[in-house]
């Protein structure tokens, strides 16, 4: 895999056709080893001088945001500098050159900003239910399993596992464990089919990590923050809402309120993220597990602008009370009032970089588990400190408590 990276970067110097693997937005863990991982088999399998090339769909500076990805390119070897990401490689270029074909996998429908882009894509691999249909000869295969990377696994080792080495194998076996919360059928995300691939790999690589150890270093680096800035924090689990003329973030941050309050130079960092990306309210919504393994979560609101903390439109989202200086007062926000505001905010509730997650909230049936293999005919599955961390993205309180920010 290594050496196959290094000839990809070379490729980018040329000019010549390529055929880029390109992973989502979000670039979870699941969309980047899946772009690595088939762009590595597709250049290994065509007999023609194709070149290949996978391109994680974010901006590099953006890759620390993502501490899973990070952990699990440190772990078998990987070197970040051989990565290619979105901000260097001008796909509109390419394909205004005639030179460009796309693979989407781990989606299939282009953001509007990519809409010209549709017609250079040849095929599609993905593990969600099918949004718009493609017109031949885009070649579309959707399976509902839990994750994409084993859809990945299946086309290498039906097609040439003889090409498969242990840190591609690796990359692929990690991903799927996380993915599908350590294979727990119970909690409804894994298949049979990703059951199955994981023991394949394992079969291949007996030296492959334990899944309970991959499975908790995975999921420790996904929600570590330690190394973030309180911009990065903010940006790591963000979600928009445009509603009345106002322009509100929320972040969900992965640590107690205390902690996060006495961060040094907070309110300036603060005001500098609204300032930057033009936002007119931020809600810090936290969450960590206590000594009992309960979840807690917490509310912070920042609004910088004087004006706005004392008018209706801002209410309506929060009963909040304000006092006429500006300073910021404690800030009562129910579960009801919170689910309420965003139910009504409806198709205004723009995805940030956690967009990947498209289940459904519950009580519906989660998404990738609508499968024959894996019918949840006893019920909801049970929770989990990932079932829990994913629905808290999806801003999906089921509590909140009372909190307040330090004076500006």
Not at 138 to 156: A, Q
Not at 163 to 185: E, P, Y
Not at 211 to 234: H, P
């Amino acid at each position: 895999m290594e050496d196959y990276l290094q000839g990809c970067r070379a490729a980018l110097q040329e000019s010549q056709p390529l055929h880029v693997v390109l992973g989502n937005e979000a670039c979870d863990l699941d969309s980047m080893v899946s772009a690595l991982a088939l762009a590595f088999y597709l250049a290994k399998t065509t007999e023609a001088e194709d070149v290949f090339v996978p391109v994680l769909n974010i901006k590099r500076s953006e890759l620390p945001l993502r501490g899973d990805n990070v952990f699990l390119l440190q772990k078998f070897h990987i070197p970040e500098s051989l990565l290619i990401f979105r901000d260097e490689i001008d796909l509109h270029a390419l394909h205004q050159a005639g030179q460009l074909t796309l693979i989407l996998v781990d989606h299939h429908v282009l953001p509007g900003s990519d809409a010209d882009l549709e017609e250079a894509v040849a095929e599609v691999l993905d593990h969600r239910p099918i949004e718009q249909k493609r017109c031949p000869p885009c070649h579309v295969s959707v399976e509902l399993v839990g994750s994409c990377t084993t859809l990945v696994t299946e086309r290498i080792l039906q097609g040439a596992p003889e090409i498969l080495d242990r840190q591609t194998a690796a990359l692929l076996h990690g991903t799927i464990i996380l993915d599908c919360v350590n294979m727990d059928l119970q909690i409804g995300k894994a298949t049979l089919k990703d059951k199955n691939y994981v023991e394949k790999l394992e079969a291949l690589f007996p030296d492959l990590p334990e899944r309970n150890d991959i499975f908790d270093s995975l999921q420790k680096a996904k929600f570590d923050v330690s190394g973030l800035t309180t911009e990065q924090l903010l940006r790591k689990d963000q979600k928009t809402i445009f509603r009345q003329g106002i322009r509100v973030a929320i972040s969900a941050i992965y640590m107690d309120l205390e902690a996060f309050l006495q961060r040094p130079g907070l309110i300036a960092d603060l005001r500098a993220f609204c300032q930057t990306h033009i936002y007119d309210v931020l809600v810090a919504m936290t969450i960590f597990f206590n000594t009992h393994n309960e979840p807690v979560r917490q509310l912070a609101i920042y609004c910088p602008h004087a004006a706005l903390r004392m008018t209706e439109a801002l209410s309506s989202y929060f009963d909040s009370t304000t006092s006429p200086s500006g300073q910021p007062e404690t800030m009562d926000v129910s579960r009801e009032q919170v689910d309420k505001e965003l139910d009504r905010a409806g198709t205004s509730l723009i995805p940030g970089l956690s967009q990947d997650e498209e289940e459904p909230p519950l009580p519906p049936t989660p998404m990738n588990s609508l499968v024959d293999e894996c019918p949840l005919d006893q019920g909801l599955p049970k929770l989990s400190a990932e079932a829990i961390f994913e629905k808290c993205s999806q801003i999906s309180l089921s509590q909140s408590s009372t909190a307040s920010l330090p004076k500006k």
